[in-house]
Nanobody
Framework: QVQLLESGGGLVQAGGSLRLTCTLSTRTLANTKIGWFRQVTGKDREFLAAISGTHGWINYGDSVKGRFTISKDDTKRTVYLQMNSLKPEDTAVYYC????????????????WGQGTQVTVSS
């Protein structure tokens, strides 16, 4: 069983930045894909970004390319999501999740999820 703990959400003005943190309970990030998603009440969960725990390969969703950056610190078993130029439409609950190394966009392939952290962007 893998546990993920997110932190870093909060209230920010439009144009501002936040950094989300996701720490995994595993001994290593190897052979794992770690992804960030978000969900607005009443809407489907949206893929934002994913990073390979072994190679550091990165994928982004179209809505956040150029504004959000995913990165990892292997020694801390932590994955970050740096969010810049935030917009009111970025308001959502943000989740990190872990899945097998060969997954990317398919939410159903992510086996383990954090509890979520609220991000609110005011206009």
């Amino acid at each position: 069983q893998v546990q993920l703990l997110e932190s870093g959400g909060g209230l920010v003005q439009a144009g501002g930045s936040l950094r989300l943190t996701c720490t995994l309970s595993t001994r290593t990030l190897a052979n794992t894909k770690i992804g960030w998603f978000r969900q607005v009440t009443g809407k489907d969960r949206e893929f934002l970004a994913a990073i390979s725990g072994t190679h550091g390969w990165i994928n982004y969703g179209d809505s956040v390319k150029g504004r959000f950056t995913i990165s990892k610190d292997d020694t801390k078993r932590t994955v970050y999501l740096q969010m810049n130029s935030l917009k009111p439409e970025d308001t959502a609950v943000y989740y990190c999740a872990a899945g097998p190394a060969n997954t990317v966009y398919n939410i159903a392939n992510y086996n383990y999820w954090g509890q979520g952290t609220q991000v609110t962007v005011s206009s």
